[in-house]
């Protein structure tokens, strides 16, 4: 299965920790973008990202939340000393242009 | 930013019945897609749309693109069971990152 791959699923921690969120894209695919997902609700886009290049962050909020796509790699999202507000699924999608294709997400809960 | 209004929010239907829903935006997009997203799970494309008219199919799922391109509708044709799930709208510009989704129609079928 080449699909978008997300791990871990689901994810714990306590407020002022770190989550580390990773996404492999689609083989093939260059394009990766972050949504986030919270209950009973739509995805918002978070950030935009081509391998080493943020090209969109304007739906980052601006403190304690970060992105990248190394060169080699998944692209990780990365929230320091999360806060109960985090709580949400967030998917990756992968496109190489065309239509994004999305992961099954990680559940991240803060405790 | 652009605003997607998809309705309804929630549908309870009898299988077999046919299901129809819609989105609206303010502005215009250049690419309109239909996602399924099932509990727990990823958002899975059914349709994507590239022109202004288009009338598309997929098995018993048929999507069109509004003539004004601020709008797109998706039916589905005598509805099963496994047609239950959250049905999302998005629109997305030419810049390609700029995908807005809407709120869902979250569809439930009684056998």
């Known amino acids: 299965n080449a699909g978008v791959m997300q791990n871990p699923r689901h994810l714990v921690r306590r407020r002022g920790q770190e989550a580390r969120l990773r996404c492999s894209p689609m083989k093939g695919h260059s394009h990766v973008y972050w949504y986030r997902q919270l209950p009973e609700e739509g995805l918002k886009f978070m950030v935009y990202l081509q391998k080493e290049n943020i090209i969109d962050e304007s739906g980052m909020p601006k403190e304690r939340f970060s992105a990248e796509f190394p060169k080699e790699g998944p692209s990780i999202l990365r929230i320091q000393q999360v806060v109960r507000g985090d709580s949400a699924a967030y998917f990756c999608a992968s496109s190489q242009g065309g239509e994004q294709y999305f992961g099954p997400g990680t559940r991240l809960t803060v405790t | 930013g652009q605003q997607l209004n998809q309705s309804p929010q929630s549908m309870f239907i009898q299988e077999g019945e046919d299901v129809s829903m819609n989105c609206t935006s303010s502005s215009i997009f250049n690419t309109w897609l239909w996602y399924k997203q099932d509990p727990g799970e990823g958002p899975v494309l059914l349709i994507a749309?590239?022109?202004?008219?288009e009338l598309t199919s997929n098995g018993r799922l048929t999507a069109q693109f509004g003539i004004t391109r601020k709008d797109s509708f998706l039916n589905i044709s005598a509805s099963i069971p496994s047609d239950v799930g959250i049905y999302f709208c998005a629109g997305q510009t030419y810049n390609n990152n700029d995908m807005r989704f809407g709120a869902g129609t979250r569809l439930t079928v009684k056998p």
């Open positions: 749309l590239y022109k202004a008219g």
